[in-house]
């Protein structure tokens, strides 16, 4: 009898401090990616490869603005704007394209 209680209250036990690492640790993560400024790599390549030698003024202007608001709208969000050329790595998913998918946004 007093291996089955003994097997209960180390069963009751780990699962009480199992809940509670999870809840402290789940408020630390928490609390740390509230501080955490998120960061992005603008990829402007399609923005200015469509334009060529012959490109008038108005065109190229256009894909500068293009940039420049992405820029903005993503900085005005409280996002940490990267240029693709200053990044030697970044995963993936950091990565915003400015090109036919964002037209518009």
């Given at each position: 009898m007093k291996t089955v209680g003994l097997f209960i209250s180390a069963l009751f036990g780990g699962a009480a401090g199992w809940i509670g690492a999870w809840?402290?640790?789940?408020?630390?993560?928490?609390?740390?990616?509230?501080?955490?400024?998120?960061?992005?790599?603008?990829?402007?390549?399609?923005?200015?490869?469509?334009?060529?030698?012959?490109?008038?003024?108005?065109e190229i202007q256009a894909a500068m603005d293009r940039i420049t608001q992405e820029t903005e709208r993503l900085k005005s969000k409280g996002v940490l704007v990267l240029k693709q050329e200053a990044v030697a790595a970044a995963p993936e998913s950091v990565y915003v394209r400015l090109g036919r998918d964002t037209a518009g946004r």
């Open positions: 809840a402290f640790y789940d408020r630390v993560i928490q609390d740390q990616l509230a501080v955490l400024t998120p960061v992005v790599v603008l990829d402007a390549t399609w923005a200015v490869d469509h334009l060529n030698v012959r490109s008038s003024r108005e």
